[in-house]
C-alpha cells in the first residue's frame, strides 16, 4: 500500500495467496505475439 511515508508491504497468508494465483495466471498467459496471432484468427473468423 503507499502512503505518505512510502510503500507499505503486507505480508499475510491472503497476500501468499494472491501472488500465487497471479503467478500461475503468468504462466498460463499466451506471449505477446501468440495474443495476437490468437486475436488475428479470431477477427478471421468474423470476416
Do not use: H, N, Q
Amino acid at each position: 500500500m503507499e502512503g505518505p511515508a512510502g510503500a507499505l508491504y503486507v505480508e499475510s497468508v491472503e497476500a501468499e495467496r494472491i501472488a500465487g494465483m497471479y503467478d500461475r495466471l503468468e504462466k498460463a498467459a499466451l506471449t505477446e505475439s501468440e495474443s495476437v496471432g490468437f486475436v488475428a484468427a479470431l477477427a478471421e473468423e468474423f470476416e
